[in-house]
């Protein structure tokens, strides 16, 4: 079946910008998450999501990123006034629960690149 | 949240066997243990996991220390394709819904 996906899967945009980054999960997975991954890391959680609840926002970095779920299904992450340090790979990951033997299962990202 | 450590990087023979190894020691008896992967220009791809006893799925094997301290990812015959990143990642039951990725472990597959 289709697998998570995100678009765009890349992103150029100057300083200053607001960009806007969006995840269709696998149907019928409850459960969302964002992480962000700088060149050469691992994926750092950013935020989480139960259906439409958003329960967990506490990796987003700043009050300049923004996450909504509106209808339990996609998810846009928001990043306003970009800064150059917001340059990463933003990874969407679905799990159809949160149980620590459910995979998570995640997108290829969008590379995004702040001129 | 437990840390795991693993070598920045290994090296394999194509066709041959791969044991990737994972530290633990201060895993608790709610944590399970998970493996991860990601390949070039890729999201991670879940591979294996597993609590107490080993575990074998189509893709990989999980090798799980008595003592639970560490473990090993076996990768029966190294494949090109294998070659990716690999994270050993603790998930406790109790805690955090969010995977917490190390460093994890380069894996270069020479033909």
Redesign the interface.
């Known amino acids: 079946g289709a697998g998570v996906s995100q678009s765009p899967r890349y992103k150029v945009a100057k300083r200053g910008q607001d960009v806007a980054l969006r995840c269709d999960p696998i149907s019928g997975h409850v459960s969302l998450f964002w992480y962000q991954q700088a060149l050469g890391q691992g994926p750092e959680f950013l935020t989480y999501f139960q259906n439409e609840a958003q329960l967990d926002k506490s990796g987003l970095p700043s009050d300049r990123f923004f996450a909504e779920r509106p209808e339990g299904s996609v998810s846009t992450l928001k990043i306003q006034r970009t800064q150059q340090e917001d340059s990463a790979v933003y990874l969407c990951a679905s799990s159809y629960g949160t149980g620590p033997g459910r995979p998570q299962h995640f997108g290829d990202g969008t590379r995004l690149s702040i001129l | 949240d437990a840390k795991t450590t693993q070598p920045n990087s290994m090296e394999s023979n194509e066709e041959e066997p791969v044991h990737l190894p994972c530290n633990h020691s201060t895993i608790s008896g ?3 243990i ?1 493996w991860y992967r990601q390949l070039p ?6 591979v294996i ?1 597993g609590l107490t006893s080993n575990v074998n799925n189509r893709m990989a094997s999980l090798a799980i220390a008595e003592d639970r301290k560490s473990s090993t990812l076996i990768l029966h015959r190294a494949t090109l394709r294998d070659a990716a ?1 690999y ?1 050993c990642i603790l ?3 109790g805690s ?9 472990t380069q894996l270069t597959v020479l033909p």
């Open positions: 709610t944590d399970y998970h220009s890729q999201g991670p791809e879940y996991h990143v994270y998930r406790d039951a955090a819904r969010q995977l917490t990725f190390g460093s994890g």
